[in-house]
C-alpha cells in the first residue's frame, strides 16, 4: 500500500468491556473518521464492519465468526499481556497488527494504517494463491494439447509448445484457457511456424 487511507465513514467495532480505556479509542477513532461500536458479545457475521479491534487479553475462540487467520477483514488486537497463548490466539483469529494496553492516541493510527495495508497484502497473495492453484490443476489440459498439436502437425513437443505459447499469447489469454479450447474441439488447431 502506497498511501495512508482515509477512515472516514468508515465503521469499526470494538470487541472489548467498556471502561475507560474503550472511551479513550472510541473517541480516537471518532477523531479519525471512524463510526464505532462497542461491544463485548459475539461479532455478527452478517454484518460486519470495515475494521475490527478485539481484546486479546480476554478474548475467545467464538468472540469472531471465523475460523484460523482467514479474516474477512482488518484486525487489531488490544494487548497487554505478554502470554505467549494470548499471542498465539490473536495470530489465530486472523490479527495484523497489535495495539498495546493501555491504549494511547498516538498508537491507533499507525496500527490502523498497518492493519489495513498487511489485510490487502493478504488478499493479494490469496488471490495468486488461488489463481496459480487454478492453473497447476489445468496443467494436464496444457500438456493434452501440446499432444494433440505433436500429433497433427507431426512436431515435437517443444515446437507444438511454443505454437501453443504463441496462439495464448496472440488470443492475451492464459495458454490454459486456449489449451482447453483446443482439446475440447472449440479451438482449431494453430498452425506451425
Given at each position: 500500500?502506497?498511501?495512508?487511507?482515509?477512515?472516514?465513514?468508515?465503521?469499526?467495532?470494538?470487541?472489548?468491556?467498556?471502561?475507560?480505556?474503550?472511551?479513550?479509542?472510541?473517541?480516537?477513532?471518532?477523531?479519525?473518521?471512524?463510526?464505532?461500536?462497542?461491544?463485548?458479545?459475539?461479532?455478527?457475521?452478517?454484518?460486519?464492519?470495515?475494521?475490527?479491534?478485539?481484546?486479546?487479553?480476554?478474548?475467545?475462540?467464538?468472540?469472531?465468526?471465523?475460523?484460523?487467520?482467514?479474516?474477512?477483514?482488518?484486525?487489531?488486537?488490544?494487548?497487554?499481556?505478554?502470554?505467549?497463548?494470548?499471542?498465539?490466539?490473536?495470530?489465530?483469529?486472523?490479527?495484523?497488527?497489535?495495539?498495546?494496553?493501555?491504549?494511547?492516541?498516538?498508537?491507533?493510527?499507525?496500527?490502523?494504517?498497518?492493519?489495513?495495508?498487511?489485510?490487502?497484502?493478504?488478499?493479494?497473495?490469496?488471490?495468486?494463491?488461488?489463481?496459480?492453484?487454478?492453473?497447476?490443476?489445468?496443467?494436464?489440459?496444457?500438456?493434452?494439447?501440446?499432444?494433440?498439436?505433436?500429433?497433427?502437425?507431426?512436431?515435437?513437443?517443444?515446437?507444438?509448445?511454443?505454437?501453443?505459447?504463441?496462439?495464448?499469447?496472440?488470443?492475451?489469454?492464459p495458454m490454459e484457457?486456449?489449451?482447453?479450447?483446443?482439446?475440447?474441439?472449440?479451438?482449431?488447431?494453430?498452425?506451425?511456424?
Open positions: 500500500m502506497k498511501e495512508t487511507p482515509n477512515f472516514t465513514g468508515w465503521r469499526a467495532t470494538i470487541l472489548h468491556r467498556p471502561e475507560a480505556a474503550t472511551e479513550r479509542l472510541t473517541r480516537q477513532l471518532r477523531l479519525l473518521g471512524f463510526r464505532v461500536t462497542v461491544q463485548w458479545a459475539t461479532l455478527d457475521a452478517v454484518v460486519l464492519p470495515d475494521v475490527v479491534l478485539v481484546d486479546a487479553d480476554q478474548g475467545w475462540d467464538e468472540l469472531l465468526p471465523w475460523n484460523g487467520a482467514d479474516a474477512p477483514l482488518p484486525v487489531v488486537a488490544l494487548l497487554g499481556s505478554e502470554a505467549p497463548g494470548r499471542i498465539a490466539w490473536l495470530m489465530e483469529q486472523g490479527s495484523c497488527t497489535i495495539i498495546s494496553k493501555p491504549v494511547t492516541a498516538s498508537a491507533v493510527y499507525p496500527a490502523l494504517v498497518m492493519a489495513v495495508s498487511i489485510y490487502k497484502e493478504r488478499q493479494a497473495v490469496r488471490s495468486r494463491l488461488q489463481l496459480l492453484e487454478e492453473r497447476v490443476r489445468l496443467r494436464p489440459l496444457v500438456h493434452a494439447a501440446v499432444q494433440k498439436i505433436m500429433e497433427a502437425r507431426q512436431l515435437d513437443e517443444e515446437q507444438a509448445y511454443k505454437i501453443l505459447r504463441a496462439r495464448a499469447m496472440q488470443k492475451r489469454l484457457q486456449v489449451a482447453a479450447s483446443i482439446v475440447g474441439g472449440a479451438e482449431p488447431l494453430p498452425e506451425a511456424g
